[in-house]
């Protein structure tokens, strides 16, 4: 999985208690991001990052936060999670963009959380 | 509604047959890509063609592109039972500065 690792990858926890999740790359590329995946709609965007300390919002970013301190590592928060949040998230990583065009992702294996 | 959508969003078929899957999006785009996704696993890049092309091949792949119709097509000849999985298109949007995914075709490949 292109030197990508997600923790944990399975997670029950009680709906408001604050919940972190870890993205971990190998590969020193500059670009991250956070998807979550629910049926029905697909994957869609949390947030993202285009350098450390450098991150942006996505489509569907209310209740998150990120916080990127190092190239390698993208850490997701869920600061009082609900059980709308129960999901799949996905981590994935891009190289520097080409001609001003975003290349190819690679994508984490996921980490499947669940809400009570 | 999504950027990209995929037709169908399911399709079984036998070993061996082509399993051909549509993906329609609404906006201009600089890519269009499609990924692969087995079961419980993250997506994995099958192909990326740009909006200047018309056709590209990789393997038993072959996607076209019609910016007119704002379409792209994914073609896998001689399937095999290791196809099944889901599939992604997901567009590079101008001026989004993002990549925006489909909600996936269900393949399955029947032995």
């Known amino acids: 999985d292109a030197g990508i690792t997600q923790s944990p990858r399975h997670k029950v926890t009680e709906t408001g208690t604050p919940v972190t999740l870890r993205c971990h790359q190998t590969?020193?590329?500059?670009?991250m991001y956070w998807y979550r995946q629910d049926p029905g709609h697909g994957l869609r965007l949390i947030h993202y990052?285009?350098?450390?300390?450098?991150?942006d919002k996505g489509e569907v970013s209310d209740g998150y936060s990120v916080s990127r301190s190092k190239t390698e590592d993208f850490l997701l928060t869920l600061e009082s999670a609900t059980s709308s949040q129960t999901s799949v998230y996905f981590c994935?990583?891009?190289?520097?963009?080409?001609?001003?065009?975003?290349?190819?992702?690679?994508f984490g294996p996921g980490t499947r959380l669940l809400v009570l | 509604s999504q950027q990209g959508e995929e037709d169908p969003q399911a399709l079984s078929i036998q070993e061996g047959e082509n399993a051909t899957m549509n993906c329609s999006y609404k906006?201009?785009?600089?890519?269009l890509q499609w990924y692969r996704q087995n079961s419980g696993r993250g997506l994995v890049h099958l192909i990326l063609?740009?909006?200047?092309?018309r056709e590209k091949h990789s393997g038993r792949l072959r996607v076209t592109l019609d910016t007119s119709k704002k379409s792209s097509s994914l073609l896998i000849t001689a399937s095999r039972a290791a196809d099944t999985a889901s599939y992604f298109c997901?567009?590079?949007?101008?001026?989004?500065?993002?990549?925006?995914f489909g909600q996936g075709t269900r393949l399955t490949i029947n032995p």
């Open positions: 063609i740009r909006s200047n092309e």
């Open positions: 990052s285009y350098g450390v300390k450098d991150t």
């Open positions: 997901a567009t590079y949007v101008q001026g989004a500065q993002k990549l925006v």
């Open positions: 906006t201009s785009i600089n890519n």
């Open positions: 590969e020193n590329h500059r670009y």
């Open positions: 994935a990583i891009s190289p520097e963009w080409f001609y001003g065009t975003q290349e190819t992702q690679y």
